[in-house]
């Protein structure tokens, strides 16, 4: 089974930037979508960012032109570049995969995807 360990969360201030990664195993690169998700205390997991397999992206309304999805396949490394940050960017974030083909841009929507790593936490303070 496909396994995803994330890293790169921390503690920074308002308007700084942090990378996240999210490396892989277990899976041998097919079709696929990979995305990000995070969940602020006391709400509900949310999509951020999703990658397709061909290279297709969607980003969540509130995150675009500051956040940046990615992978390297070589290293099979999923990333996400985020800057400017706002502390209504605090939470934990997850990546996760959905296997298999699926036409159109990647969703954001939880319920597609499989696989989940363990979260790595991101606060953003004022």
């Known amino acids: 089974q496909v396994q995803l360990v994330e890293s790169g969360g921390g503690s920074v201030q308002a308007g700084g930037s942090l990378r996240l990664s999210c490396t892989t195993s277990?899976?041998?690169?097919?079709?696929?979508?990979l995305g990000w998700f995070r969940q602020p205390p006391g709400k509900e997991r949310e999509g951020v960012a999703a990658?397709?397999?061909?290279?297709?992206?969607s980003y969540v309304a509130v995150v675009k032109g500051r956040f940046t999805i990615s992978e390297d396949n070589a290293k099979n490394t999923l990333y996400l570049q985020m800057s400017s940050l706002q502390p209504e960017d605090t939470g934990m974030y997850y990546c996760a995969i959905r296997p298999g083909y699926a036409p159109g841009a990647p969703s954001l929507s939880r319920t597609y995807y499989t696989r989940w790593g363990q979260g790595t936490q991101v606060t953003v303070s004022s």
């Open positions: 277990g899976y041998t690169y097919g079709r696929y979508w």
């Open positions: 990658i397709g397999s061909d290279g297709s992206t």
